[in-house]
């Protein structure tokens, strides 16, 4: 991978972008890229030495990596944090090396991965739930399980820590559903023994399939799009009146309020977007679904 500095930032957060000590060798695939999208591990791969980045979409990931100092200050005796661990079997694995490393694990069996997010996004995840965080968690869960020679704690419960990076006093003291504080502790749905070695085993025959061929494009949910919408907007006001799914519920809303389009409202059509291809895939342009949609 090629790291670029298009944005000219300064020689320090280039060399810190550099530097990330992250290292999964030892392993056929992490736990990151496990739960990933399989085209994405296969383009990766096979792109390795053509992939650009810049330094500055590195900086959120910069920031995030800053929280290991706030875990090494946290741990007290009999706490285990940041361990990488390995497995590999005949059955679930078939015969790869999986890895993944925890952030932190209580002396009590809390099983904690600290996130830097936005407040929208832990918000979300309270009352929604997240996907990709439940299944990190659970796959370390079961790494931590079948490595008992360095977790030694049994673990109960899945946490994630977010520190809300966009976090905003004023409006915490306007909302009582937006977080009141910087930091939300996010419970996580513990999976049974057979749900954590269903899903590995099922992400591990995928991204092998994608090795031997090219993998179907990303589902909808991979690709996050955001599907077409319509906005009621009026006249003198930022801020939509409503949001809605089709041109006709929009119009439809209009009538039942009395209002009449171009008459101080209007509908506003706005386009969905696959935002993971748009806006964070590294790999897009090797992509035939993101070429034949976006150009």
């Known amino acids: 991978m090629k790291l670029t500095n298009k944005m000219n930032l300064p ?20 736990t990151t890229r496990l739960i990933a999208p399989p085209l994405i591990r296969h383009l990766e791969i096979k792109h390795k030495d053509e992939i650009e980045e810049d330094v500055a979409d590195r900086i959120w990931a910069l920031l995030g990596s800053s929280v290991h100092h706030v875990i090494e200050r946290a741990k007290i005796e009999n706490d285990l944090a940041e361990i990488r661990l390995f497995y590999k079997d005949d059955d679930i694995t078939n015969g790869w090396t999986l890895s993944g490393q925890f952030d932190y694990i209580t002396s009590e069996g809390d099983l904690i991965d600290f996130k830097t997010t936005s407040a929208w996004s832990a918000l979300d995840a309270l009352q929604n739930g997240k996907d990709e965080w439940e299944e990190q968690l659970n796959i370390l869960y079961f790494l931590a399980k079948h490595n008992p020679d360095k977790v030694n704690i049994k673990i109960n419960k899945l946490y994630i820590i977010a520190i809300l990076r966009d976090w905003s006093k004023l409006q915490a003291s306007k909302s009582d559903n937006y977080p009141q504080a910087q930091v939300v502790q996010i419970p996580i749905r513990l999976w049974s023994n057979e749900e954590q070695e269903h899903f590995i085993r099922e992400r591990i025959r995928l991204h092998q399939q994608a090795d031997i061929k090219e993998p179907d494009i990303c589902s909808p949910k991979e690709r996050w799009r955001k599907e077409d919408s319509f906005a009621v907007m009026k006249d003198g006001r930022k801020s939509a009146l409503r949001v809605l799914p089709t041109l006709n519920d929009a119009k439809e809303y209009l009538k039942e309020k009395n209002m009449q389009e171009g008459k101080g409202c209007l509908i506003v059509h706005r386009a969905g977007k696959d935002v993971r291809c748009a806006d964070y895939c590294r790999v897009n342009k090797w992509c035939k679904h993101f070429n034949d949609t976006i150009f």
């Open 11 to 30: 020689l320090a957060i280039k060399r810190a972008v550099e530097n990330d000590p992250y290292d999964p060798s030892g392993s056929d695939i992490s």
